[in-house]
T-cell receptor, first 112, second 112 residues
Framework: NAGVTQTPKFRILKIGQSMTLQCAQDMNHNYMYWYRQDPGMGLKLIYYSVGAGITDKGEVPNGYNVSRSTTEDFPLRLELAAPSQTSVYFC???????????FGQGTRLTVV | AQSVTQPDIHITVSEGASLELRCNYSYGATPYLFWYVQSPGQGLQLLLKYFSGDTLVQGIKGFEAEFKRSQSSFNLRKPSVHWSDAAEYFCAVDNYGQNFVFGPGTRLSVLP
């Protein structure tokens, strides 16, 4: 049972570099989410998607982009990395409204 | 906007003692509520959820939570804490079926 798979687990970026955080789920979930977790701040929603081809901004979208071309995949793109994007990123998915979210193991990103 | 507050940033209890973690939410409709647990370096795991019906819900690992509409609360309880319960605990609310809003988390330490 793979569930939600995130890659990579760790990454160090230099300021101004770009990268894509990968997220895939094998549960045929319609809803997918990207959150970032900073100490003492809980999880903040970056982007979410309610189905293939549909994405929407969350609370903290600046500096990020997403796409959802398939039900399974929801990559998060960081353009021009900044130190403020140092964080732990979690991808999650859920089946439908009112059901729980399943989380990946996270990607720890450091921007130096 | 929906919000979730967890008034206690850090709680320390002795092994075998009872535990109550507080959660208050701000939501305009009947809420779907969740408690998640995060062990160090791991993703979030669902402990329990409330959708409707009985206001006392049972979860995994011996946890339970009580929904009190009049107090806008969904407190998590466990009668006897084990050392393995040391982790961070997050309360969350379904945000009108679009995504989830999380509280800032409560870190639980357990003394031997």
């Amino acid at each position: 049972n793979a569930g939600v798979t995130q890659t990579p687990k760790f990454r160090i970026l230099k300021i101004g570099q770009s990268m894509t955080l990968q997220c895939a789920q094998d549960m045929n979930h319609n809803y997918m989410y990207w959150y970032r977790q900073d100490p003492g701040m809980g999880l903040k929603l970056i982007y979410y998607s309610v189905g293939a081809g549909i994405t929407d901004k969350g609370e903290v979208p600046n500096g990020y982009n997403v796409s959802r071309s398939t039900t399974e995949d929801f990559p998060l793109r960081l353009e021009l990395a900044a130190p403020s994007q140092t964080s732990v990123y979690f991808c999650a998915s859920s089946y439908k409204t009112g059901t729980e979210a399943f989380f990946g193991q996270g990607t720890r990103l450091t921007v130096v | 906007a929906q919000s979730v507050t967890q008034p206690d940033i850090h709680i320390t209890v002795s092994e075998g003692a009872s535990l109550e973690l507080r959660c208050n939410y701000s939501y305009g409709a009947t809420p779907y509520l969740f408690w998640y647990v995060q062990s160090p370096g791991q993703g979030l795991q669902l402990l329990l959820k409330y959708f409707s019906g009985d206001t006392l819900v049972q979860g995994i690992k011996g946890f339970e939570a009580e929904f009190k509409r009049s107090q806008s609360s969904f407190n998590l309880r466990k009668p006897s804490v084990h050392w393995s319960d040391a982790a961070e605990y997050f309360c969350a609310v379904d945000n009108y079926g679009q995504n989830f809003v999380f509280g800032p988390g409560t870190r639980l330490s357990v003394l031997p």
